[in-house]
């Protein structure tokens, strides 16, 4: 697909950037503040990717699954809604907006589908786990044909170029969203392509990286067994597959995660105190596969979290920032001031910890949309 | 982005009266800003004001004059990269890399600086008021008469002096507030073969690389010590002779080549 029209990379060196920003109030904002921030770290681009994610920006249709997709060709759209009508309840499908931008150019053909899986099929299955299934069947097997965002009352826009030029593309001013989580430059070690770009997406999870993963292939081969397939040729999708498993899935808390995909030396262990020894120990033996090896600082997001997290010995950079309501994660500092002037209080994360900054109501309640209010005016 | 180095000429970006300078950053993408800060150095300018940094890289980058530079934003990486002579003086946090493989000359933070802080410095003196990140000093060096210094007020992350191989690093952990700190850096000094650590307060010996212990510190310890907590206050200011009375405790490298025997015998 896409895959014909890569770019290659000539091994362009430059760090990538990472910025996220949360409202814990979830109270929203437009697309500017974080446009700003990742263009002020253009020195990390390379104009081979750029992408965002952005959550609470479709409240009149939360409750269904936002598909956005990415098409070779026409061919592949009529596949795929075949698939997608047969699975799913379809409630609405539409051309993602878009304006020309200069810096941005081949675009696929980009959809987006509201929907919410037939019950008859789910047969006792989880919701979200059919939705992985579809996503899966259909990145792996309808041919030129691309699911890049498949959460609820959130989106993922991204492409090839600088992260500035595809956040206008996209229109994403216009957009309002209570977490903004933003990336540039290009997968790692790959050719730049529309699908290749970050955010790597599976249902509200959505995860941005800086660095490389060199553990892939075991963790490819492990999440293969619970169904995951990658075919994105790169790295970081493995992180957002694991972080589904390891949470929604196997429910492990957030600090759990994080010790599975950047665990603690054993020496580290040796030294703690019995109980949590045991667990450290416990969580490495059983997930030594999901080990995330290599350099790396991510940015993973959900519905109600964003959670910053760094490679145990912090081979990458990562700062953090409040102000307020506010949480920001960043590659670097300039950024968070950039935006937020009397931003208070910014530290330096330490390797391998968390920081997890969460809605104070897991559930956000939405104002509800215009029409609705007009119709209720209209009563006698 | 268009690189337009003759911004200089704007009156509204570049403004001088004497041997004094302002500059307004706020549109400036960095390579026009460092050429516009080396061209007023090579002109002249003695003392240059710079406002709305944010992110801007290599500020002072190989300026080889004694300017004075102040500095009121948030600068990007590798600050003072290659400089030779120059003072700056930074009003709010740094990013990664402050006197990146610096030749002379002072920098000063007012607030926290980023990772590798000092990276690769040849000479010249660091003084950051709060905590830095990981990695201080990795591969600092000395020649002779050119010694790096970096003085750092508050405390520091893992890998402290990596690969240091010569200068002086002074850790006062005054963030902390209190008369006796313990260092939780972890990895401090790995691979270390030169140089000088002084921490004040104490360290588990579990906290350092394999290649450096603790030594007893000597009479010149003390006046090195004191040359750098006197630096410090006359910035930040505190009280040096307080500071002095504490316990610190010294590090330095076991071998001039840890690794000789892994990789030539």
């Keep these: ?380 | 982005m268009k690189i337009d180095l003759e911004k200089k000429g704007d009156p509204r970006v570049f403004a001088r009266i004497n041997d004094k300078a302002r500059i307004d950053a706020s549109n400036l993408h960095y390579r026009e800003l460092n050429a516009m800060v080396k061209e007023a150095a090579s002109e002249g300018v003695k003392t240059m004001e710079i406002h709305n940094v944010f992110g801007q890289r290599y500020i002072g980058s190989g300026v080889r004059q004694p300017v004075h530079i102040d500095i009121y934003g948030v600068p990007g990486n590798d600050l003072g990269a290659f400089m030779d002579g120059p003072t700056i003086i930074t009003h709010r946090n740094a990013q990664d890399g402050v006197g990146n493989t610096m030749n002379s000359g002072t920098i000063v933070v007012n607030g926290r600086a980023g990772d590798i802080v000092a990276m690769g410095m040849r000479g010249g003196q660091i003084f950051i008021r709060e905590s830095v990140g990981y990695r201080a000093a990795i591969h600092m060096k000395e020649y002779f008469k050119h010694k790096p210094v970096l003085i750092i007020g508050g405390t520091t992350q893992d890998f402290l002096g990596e690969y240091m191989a010569g200068g002086v690093v002074v850790v006062l952990g005054l963030t902390k507030g209190e008369k006796e700190v313990k260092h939780q850096a972890r990895h401090i000094g790995t691979g270390m073969h030169g140089g000088a650590i002084y921490l004040r307060g104490e360290v588990d010996d579990r906290n350092l690389g394999k290649g450096v212990s603790k030594v007893p510190l000597d009479e010149k310890d003390r006046d090195v010590l004191r040359d750098c907590v006197e630096g410090y206050v006359s910035y930040f200011g505190g009280d040096a002779d307080e500071i002095l009375s504490s316990h610190f405790t010294k590090l330095a490298a076991l071998s001039h080549r840890p690794y000789g025997g892994l990789y030539a015998y």
Aim: glycine share 8%.
């Design chain 1, 1 to 380: 697909m896409l895959r014909q029209h890569q770019i290659r990379d000539d091994k362009d060196f430059s760090g990538c950037s990472i910025f996220g920003m949360i409202n814990l109030e979830g109270k929203k904002v437009d697309g500017a503040p974080i446009i700003k921030a990742i263009a002020n770290m253009k020195e990390r681009s390379n104009g081979l990717g750029g992408g965002f994610a952005a959550y609470g920006i479709y409240p009149e249709l939360s409750d269904l699954y936002a598909f956005h997709m990415m098409f070779d060709d026409e061919r592949a759209r009529v596949e795929t809604e075949e698939f997608m009508c047969a699975s799913f309840y379809m409630e609405k499908a539409e051309i993602i907006p878009t304006r020309p931008h200069r810096g941005v150019s081949d675009p696929p053909l980009l959809w987006r589908y509201f929907l919410l899986p037939r019950e008859e099929l789910l047969d006792g299955e989880a919701e979200d786990d059919f939705v992985v299934r579809a996503v899966m069947h259909i990145n792996e097997r309808i041919e030129g044909a691309f699911v890049f965002s498949s959460g609820k009352n959130m989106g993922v826009f991204k492409g090839v170029g600088y992260p500035e030029d595809i956040a206008r593309f996209f229109l994403l001013d216009e957009y309002e969203a209570y977490t903004w989580v933003g990336h540039g430059r290009f997968p790692t070690n790959t050719q730049g392509w529309w699908g290749g770009a970050h955010p790597f997406n599976i249902l509200d999870w959505s995860v941005v990286h800086n660095g490389e993963i060199s553990s892939y292939g075991i963790n490819v081969r492990y999440l293969e067994m619970y169904g995951y397939k990658c075919t994105l040729h790169t790295d970081t999708e493995v992180i957002a597959y694991a972080v589904d498993l390891l949470v929604r899935r196997h429910r492990l808390s957030i600090e759990d995660m994080s010790k599975v995909l950047a665990a603690p030396l054993w020496e580290e262990i040796d030294r703690m105190p019995p109980e949590e020894r045991k667990i450290h120990t416990a969580l490495r033996q059983t997930y030594s596969s999901l080990l995330m090896n290599g350099p790396f600082s991510i940015i993973i997001s959900n519905n109600y979290q964003m959670i910053g997290l760094t490679d145990r010995i912090r081979l990458r950079p990562l700062v953090a920032g409040t102000r307020g309501n506010m949480v920001y994660i960043s590659s670097e500092e300039a950024p968070m001031h950039l935006v937020d002037d009397s931003i208070e209080h910014t530290w330096i994360p330490q390797g391998g910890v968390p920081i997890v900054a969460e809605l104070k109501k897991k559930k956000i309640v939405e104002e509800p949309p215009e029409m609705e209010l007009l119709r209720e005016e209209a009563l006698p």
